[in-house]
């Protein structure tokens, strides 16, 4: 049984900082690239960051270029999300997602296979 468990989030001032994790059960970590999506009160679950397989390679939706990083320890089957400089429009639950390297890197929810349950992200003014 495959388990994505998210923690890390919680309640933060606006311009602090925030490192989710993502441990990974029940596939082989590795062979799996990895997002992190975000989603809001009464919107769309939209893309923030995700990494290859590998670690190699690394994509980031334009609002969080420069604040956010998002890395992989693959001997721990985790993933990371650094969030610096957080401003309140990044409030939402943050999910970690997995889909199979046999495709390529995607930034579209439909294309990943595991999700996990989510945690709260609260960017305070």
């Known amino acids: 049984q495959v388990q994505l468990v998210e923690s890390g989030g919680g309640l933060v001032q606006a311009g602090g900082s925030l490192r989710l994790s993502c441990a990974a059960s029940?596939?082989?970590?590795?062979?799996?690239?990895m997002g992190w999506f975000r989603q809001a009160p009464e919107t769309e679950r939209e893309f923030v960051a995700a990494?290859?397989?590998?670690?190699?390679?690394?994509f980031y939706t334009d609002s969080v270029k420069g604040r956010f990083t998002i890395s992989r320890d693959n001997a721990k089957n985790t993933v990371y999300l650094q969030m610096n400089s957080l401003k309140p429009e990044d409030t939402a639950i943050y999910y970690c997602?997995?889909?199979?390297?046999?495709?390529?890197?995607?930034?579209?929810?439909?294309?990943?296979?595991?999700w996990g349950q989510g945690t709260q992200v609260t960017v305070s003014s």
């Open positions: 029940g596939l082989a970590f590795s062979g799996y690239h």
């Open positions: 990494i290859s397989n590998g670690g190699r390679n690394t």
């Open positions: 997602a997995a889909h199979s390297f046999m495709e390529r890197v995607s930034t579209t929810p439909r294309t990943y296979k595991y």
